[in-house]
């Protein structure tokens, strides 16, 4: 079986994969501090928990946080036993990468590139909502052409309340207008509208940049949440970035 790692900066996603699908899919917090022995103790709990016991044989990682690669390579290799493949140069991703760095641009971009080109077949997008809000384009036959990045939705709003004096910190739910009659409904209106706007004027621009069609995927920890006040979101995969590790896995057999 095979066990995809997305290691983000505030959540490390994981799914567990036997071949045919996938068995499980979990999500827990990202702590930079934490031994490979106890994240080992913490998944082998989640997996017990769904009865999912039987041997890892390969595990596939894509890593925001350098610092934990390790790590969970020594998680892989020494508590699972398993043939640890960590995405980045050298890895075949099927994919052209087409920017001034290809280097630099973030596995976990390559990924959700990856599976969106799988899914659609044709020039696309994925956008990652998570503590960045990442946009990724792949023009056919198969080439990753660029990266946009801005904050996250959540990153904005704990920004704006450590930056200014008076604006509380507010509670992340969907206002019911976009003129606030208090403070509270005011940013929630201004982050929440406003980060959709965003995605929806950028992606936009990305689409007309890569001639004029591309179809739109969404997924990351608010990509459910922000979704219905998107108009350029054609679809959402909370899991993308997992689908995205398996195919790479299986090109690298």
């Known amino acids: 079986m095979l066990l995809a790692v997305d290691i983000g900066n505030t959540f490390i996603t994981l799914g567990l994969h036997d071949g045919t699908s996938w068995l499980a899919r979990f999500r827990i917090r990202t702590v930079r501090e934490k031994t490979a022995d106890e994240y080992a103790i913490l998944i082998s709990g989640l997996l017990r928990s769904r009865g999912l016991e039987d041997k890892i044989a390969r595990m596939a990682v894509?890593?925001?946080?350098?610092?934990?690669?390790?790590?969970?390579?020594?998680?892989?290799?020494?508590?699972l036993g398993a043939r640890v493949l960590v995405v980045g140069p050298g890895v075949r991703t099927g994919?052209?990468?087409?920017?001034?760095?290809?280097?630099?641009?973030?596995?976990?971009?390559v990924a959700n590139a990856v599976a969106a080109y799988a899914r659609f077949?044709?020039?696309c997008i994925a956008v990652d909502f998570g503590t960045a809000t990442s946009f990724v384009a792949v023009k056919e036959p198969g080439v990753l052409v660029g990266v946009a990045i801005a904050p996250g939705l959540l990153t904005g709003l704990e920004a704006l309340a450590d930056r200014t004096a008076q604006l509380p910190r507010v509670p992340l739910s969907l206002p019911s207008q976009a003129i606030g009659k208090n403070t509270v409904v005011?940013?929630?209106a201004g982050a929440i509208f406003g980060h959709a706007a965003l995605v929806d004027?950028?992606?936009?621009r990305m689409r007309q940049e890569l001639g004029g069609e591309a179809k739109t995927v969404a997924t990351g920890e608010w990509a459910s949440f922000l979704a219905p006040l998107l108009s350029e979101v054609e679809a959402v995969d909370p899991?993308?970035?997992?689908?995205?590790?398996?195919?790479?896995?299986s090109r690298n057999e």
């Open 201 to 204: 004027g950028l992606l936009r």
């Open 239 to 249: 899991w993308l970035t997992l689908e995205g590790l398996r195919l790479i896995a």
């Open 121 to 123: 077949g044709k020039t």
């Open 95 to 109: 994919l052209a990468i087409h920017t001034d760095n290809p280097a630099e641009v973030g596995p976990d971009l």
């Open 186 to 188: 005011a940013v929630q």
């Open 62 to 79: 894509a890593s925001a946080v350098p610092p934990l690669v390790p790590v969970f390579r020594e998680l892989g290799e020494r508590w």
